[in-house]
């Protein structure tokens, strides 16, 4: 055999397939996504805003801890300002406010007062049946044992007549 029979062909580094990730291009800035899921934006619209797929997005989320910690902490923001919204509609709460009235003269009268909203029944519900549903959930789960005996048909029928036909002498 000669000598270049026997040499291997030097190996080619493999070709990753597909588009390069653009990764780097869309989080620059970290703090932006977690902005944006603190605005209460759903990962379809943060996608949306990157201008990436949102299957891109959750790919994201999967190899890249740091992406999915911003959106994460963002989210969490959001949702403990509806919490305490929430809370606050369910209790009542005051809130300043400034009334304007109309005097003589078309004179313009600016007063700070303080307004209050009362508790809302329909938060109260939300919060109790979502905070705590053991004692506020609409549905009851209820377990029945049930003893049952074998009884024949003309039993089940005499019985009936018994408490039916009674029934029907009290009503005549």
Same mark, same amino acid.
């Given at each position: *055999? %000669?000598?270049?029979?026997?040499?291997? +062909?030097?190996?080619?580094?493999?070709?990753?397939? !597909?588009?390069?990730?653009?990764?780097?291009?869309?989080? @620059?800035?970290?703090?932006?996504?977690?902005?944006?899921? !603190?605005?209460?934006?759903?990962?379809?619209?943060?996608?949306?805003?990157?201008?990436?797929?949102?299957?891109?997005?959750?790919?994201?989320?999967?190899?890249?801890?740091?992406? %999915?910690?911003?959106?994460?902490? !963002?989210?969490?923001?959001?949702?403990?300002?509806?919490?305490?919204?929430?809370?606050?509609?369910?209790?009542?709460?005051?809130?300043?406010?400034?009334?304007?009235?109309? /005097?003589?003269?078309?004179?313009?009268?600016?007063?700070? @007062?303080?307004?209050?909203? +009362?508790?809302?029944? /329909?938060?109260?519900?939300?919060?109790?049946?979502? *905070?705590? %549903?053991?004692?506020?959930?609409?549905?009851? $789960?209820? $377990?029945?044992?049930?003893?049952?005996?074998?009884? %024949?048909?003309?039993?089940?029928?005499?019985? *009936?007549?018994?408490?039916? !036909?009674?029934?029907?002498?009290?009503?005549?």
């Amino acid at each position: *055999m %000669s000598e270049i029979e026997n040499e291997k +062909p030097e190996e080619q580094p493999k070709k990753k397939r !597909g588009r390069p990730s653009i990764y780097e291009k869309v989080v @620059t800035n970290l703090g932006q996504i977690e902005t944006l899921a !603190g605005f209460g934006l759903t990962n379809e619209q943060i996608a949306i805003f990157l201008g990436i797929n949102a299957d891109t997005l959750y790919q994201y989320k999967k190899k890249h801890p740091e992406f %999915s910690e911003m959106l994460k902490r !963002g989210k969490d923001r959001a949702n403990t300002k509806v919490t305490e919204s929430l809370f606050k509609r369910a209790t009542g709460f005051n809130h300043p406010e400034e009334k304007i009235f109309i /005097g003589k003269d078309d004179q313009v009268i600016r007063v700070d @007062t303080i307004k209050y909203y +009362p508790p809302e029944t /329909g938060a109260i519900a939300w919060w109790q049946k979502n *905070m705590d %549903s053991e004692k506020w959930r609409d549905r009851k $789960e209820i $377990e029945a044992k049930i003893a049952t005996a074998e009884v %024949s048909i003309e039993e089940l029928h005499k019985s *009936m007549l018994e408490i039916f !036909g009674e029934k029907e002498k009290e009503d005549a």
